[in-house]
């Protein structure tokens, strides 16, 4: 994710309970989380400290959802800035403002009720999308290349499966952050704990380190954090 530690969301939502749900929900997999319940204050946020992803409500007080939209593209299109990821709330189930909400360039849309575990799903989809990792040298001796989907360990190349490289990825986009094996389940396989075991991430944590490591018993690069997951230690 842009290889930031702790990627920057902005929760705009008048409903009080909304808000507590997802700032729990996307505190607890790793994002700093801020919130506003009004439309008029989210511009001014995004303005003055722009975040890497906004979750938007539609039916605000101040200004309305789609019309912060709208705002904050006509803004970057005038400054010829990136577009900020916007992933649109709402409990419309029609179609026009989902049709008008993705012409105004929001990256996702989602119909309330949702499950906030599906939420923070999309937040990290659109944010991969978002920030795509070009090229990552975790260290001296291994580089992550996300634009070939190639590792190479000392100059050579390393052949990984799909699923690994998208989990050693992953880890060096964030160094030295400390993922739990439920995190790493949702973050890298878009799973839950209820739909598949833990010890998939440990059996692909040992494969990786059997392909990269110089002596997997003492690895370099992935460490263990007894009691609680993996990091990637450049």
Same mark, same amino acid.
Request: hydrophobic share 40%; charged share 30%.
């Given at each position: 994710?842009?290889?930031?530690?702790?990627?920057?969301?902005?929760?705009?939502?008048?409903?009080?309970?909304?808000?507590?749900?997802?700032?729990?929900?996307? !505190?607890? @997999?790793?994002?700093?989380?801020?919130?506003?319940?009004?439309?008029?204050?989210?511009?001014?946020?995004?303005? &003055?400290? &722009?975040?890497?992803? $906004? $979750?938007?409500?539609?039916?605000?007080?101040?200004?309305?959802?789609?019309?912060?939209?709208?705002?904050?593209? @006509?803004?970057?299109?005038?400054?010829?800035?990136?577009?900020?990821?916007?992933?649109?709330?709402?409990?419309? /189930?029609? !179609?026009?403002?989902?049709?008008?909400?993705?012409?105004?360039?929001?990256?996702?849309?989602?119909?309330?009720?949702?499950?906030?575990? !599906?939420?923070?799903?999309?937040?990290?989809?659109?944010?991969?999308?978002?920030?795509?990792?070009?090229?990552?040298?975790?260290?001296?001796?291994?580089?992550?290349?996300?634009?070939?989907? @190639? $590792?190479?360990?000392?100059?050579?190349?390393?052949?990984?499966?799909? &699923?690994?490289?998208?989990?050693?990825?992953?880890?060096?986009?964030?160094?030295?952050?400390?993922?739990?094996?439920?995190?790493?389940?949702?973050?890298?396989?878009?799973?839950?704990?209820?739909?598949?075991? @833990?010890?998939?991430?440990?059996?692909?944590?040992?494969?990786?380190?059997?392909?990269?490591?110089?002596?997997?018993?003492?690895?370099?690069?992935?460490? /263990?954090?007894?009691?609680?997951?993996?990091?990637?230690?450049?």
């Amino acid at each position: 994710m842009s290889g930031i530690s702790h990627p920057r969301v902005l929760v705009v939502d008048d409903d009080e309970r909304v808000r507590t749900l997802l700032s729990w929900q996307l !505190e607890s @997999e790793g994002f700093a989380v801020r919130c506003t319940a009004d439309g008029t204050d989210a511009l001014v946020l995004i303005e &003055r400290d &722009r975040p890497d992803l $906004v $979750v938007l409500d539609l039916s605000l007080p101040g200004v309305a959802g789609l019309d912060v939209l709208r705002r904050v593209r @006509e803004r970057e299109e005038a400054a010829c800035t990136a577009p900020l990821p916007v992933i649109i709330l709402s409990g419309r /189930t029609g !179609e026009t403002d989902r049709i008008v909400g993705l012409d105004l360039g929001a990256d996702d849309y989602l119909v309330k009720p949702f499950s906030p575990g !599906e939420l923070a799903a999309r937040v990290r989809s659109v944010l991969r999308r978002a920030h795509p990792l070009s090229s990552t040298s975790s260290s001296a001796g291994l580089r992550v290349d996300a634009a070939t989907r @190639e $590792v190479f360990v000392s100059g050579h190349r390393v052949d990984l499966t799909a &699923r690994e490289f998208d989990l050693l990825a992953f880890l060096a986009r964030n160094p030295r952050q400390v993922f739990t094996r439920p995190q790493l389940l949702r973050s890298v396989w878009a799973s839950e704990e209820s739909w598949q075991s @833990e010890a998939t991430v440990t059996e692909h944590i040992h494969r990786l380190r059997g392909k990269v490591e110089d002596d997997p018993a003492h690895p370099r690069w992935l460490h /263990t954090v007894r009691g609680v997951g993996y990091r990637l230690e450049p």
